[in-house]
């Protein structure tokens, strides 16, 4: 998290009064839409945590403005964002003329939109006027030019955009609404921003870090439920990531359950599964060790994690269903820091025989949701600890993708690598600090792990 929000947190419930997670939802998205249609400001700030039905809020806001006559472009960072919220338009309004605006690559789009009626698709924005809606990539709508502004603007994922993106759009819109996870990954950039570290208009930072530097005034508000994390996640998430802007969870313990058909085979991939199919969390620490960037042994006890939950028949009963549903490969991922470890886990995986499984970086991962993840700690067998693996966004990413349960694999002596390696960041005049930092955050995610391990020698 790059600052301090000032946004209001939902008022405390009376003490013994029961959490209604559904109204408190409801209070934060009636704020935002009332800003959003009839404030004054030009821009409107919404922090979500993960799962907190972002893009439900996005396609809401976006109906309702068509509704009121308002013309509007959306704004996302990635093509599979585009078509995810093109499709979710027709779906809630099948009649609602939206515009697809594409790049001019083979295959640009979803090639599902060509079969809905109401959804237009063209590489030019002219092509695409008068819509109701026009959704693209940030990268797409810096290239239109010459055309009369939208009265509105949606940015989605405005965290993951840099604020130089959002300048070479601004002049597309008079008014917008900002939605965004401040605890993911900072926006990404392949050359350094030390040159520009504590300027107002630093192009490296998000979009919404220099928005806030130079319109402070301008309504902030946040989702105050994740649907997305279970009971069992969401406090230590909320407390380690999003201190400023707290969630709780819209399900109770016990709402959801993960129950496992075979029994365990006594091992050490097998205990860890029990302990968070039992509680949500599971540590499987193998012996210190310092080990190359891509440990063979970790991955393997990755793979052998994952192929145990698939052999163990689990199923999981939420508030989505009554009835049990099987863990089958598509509900579970693999998450690591780096892409040659995803690469790893896919070939130990496919050995497996369970080469189905989600497997990828914390960056890929962003904005996806699975029943269980296991996760490769990004500093497990390191001999330091760099600034790329104490990234806040990224541990943050790898514990908060999942429903039921999450289960880390790590090598021991963690906790003593961070107390080894102080920060030697330099410290630049001007800039926001990043709080919680890396160290307190991996601190803190370690400390709640630690209940839950189980070690082994592979």
């Known amino acids: 998290m790059t600052r301090s929000s000032t946004a209001s947190p939902s008022p405390a419930p009376p003490a013994g009064a029961v959490f209604d997670a559904g109204a408190a939802a409801g209070r934060a998205t009636d704020a935002i839409l009332r800003d959003t249609l009839h404030g004054a400001a030009r821009g409107v700030v919404v922090d979500s945590p993960p ?12 109906l309702e403005l068509a509704d009121a006559g308002r013309p509007l472009m959306v704004v996302a960072q990635t093509n599979a964002q585009v078509d995810d919220l093109v ?88 008014r917008a609404l900002f939605v965004g996870d401040p605890g993911q990954l900072d926006p990404f950039s392949i050359v350094g921003g030390e040159q520009w570290a504590g300027l107002s208009y630093d192009p490296s930072a998000s979009a919404v870090t220099t928005l806030l530097a130079h319109n402070p005034e301008l309504p902030q508000h946040r989702l105050p439920v994740s649907w997305r994390l279970p009971a069992s996640a969401a406090p230590l998430v909320s407390d380690a990531f999003y201190p400023y802007t707290p969630f709780r969870s819209g399900t109770g313990h016990g709402d959801r359950r993960l129950a496992l058909g075979v029994p365990s085979d006594g091992s050490g991939p097998d205990r860890v599964i029990d302990e968070a199919a039992e509680s949500g969390w599971g540590l499987l620490e193998l012996p210190a060790r310092h080990t190359p960037r891509t440990d063979l042994e970790a991955v393997r006890a990755v793979a052998l994690v994952v192929r145990r939950l698939l052999d163990r028949e ?97 090598r021991a002596g963690v906790g003593e690598l961070l107390d080894a390696y102080p920060s030697t960041e330099p410290v630049q005049l001007g800039t926001l600090v990043k709080f919680p930092d890396g160290w307190e955050a991996n601190h803190a995610v370690l400390a709640h792990l630690a209940r839950h391990r189980i070690t082994w020698q592979p």
Request: proline share 4%; aromatic share 4%; with cysteine.
């Open 51 to 62: 799962g907190a039905g972002k893009s439900t809020l996005v396609v809401r806001a976006a």
């Open 87 to 174: 499709l979710r338009l027709a779906e809630k309004n099948p009649a609602l003329p939206v515009g697809r605006l594409h790049s001019s690559d083979t295959d640009p789009y979803d090639k599902a939109l060509d079969a809905l009626d109401n959804v237009r698709t063209s590489a030019k924005a002219a092509d695409l006027a008068g819509l109701d809606v026009v959704v693209s990539t940030a990268a797409k709508w810096a290239h239109v030019k010459g055309v009369e502004p939208w009265a509105h603007a949606i940015v989605d994922e405005a965290y993951q955009m840099r604020s130089d993106a959002l300048l070479a759009v601004a002049g597309l819109f008079e």
């Open 314 to 410: 689990g199923a999981s009963v939420s508030e989505r269903s009554e009835r049990a549903v099987p863990l089958t490969a598509d509900r579970i991922a693999v998450g690591t820091a780096h892409r040659d470890q995803a690469a790893a886990v896919r070939a130990a995986l496919a050995g497996l025989g369970a080469a189905d499984v989600t497997v990828d970086t914390a960056n890929r991962l962003q904005g996806r949701e699975f029943d269980v993840t296991v996760v490769l700690h990004p500093l497990s067998g390191r001999p330091d600890a760099t600034a790329f693996h104490l990234e806040t966004g990224r541990l943050c990413v790898l514990a908060s993708r999942h429903r039921h349960a999450c289960i880390v694999v790590c």
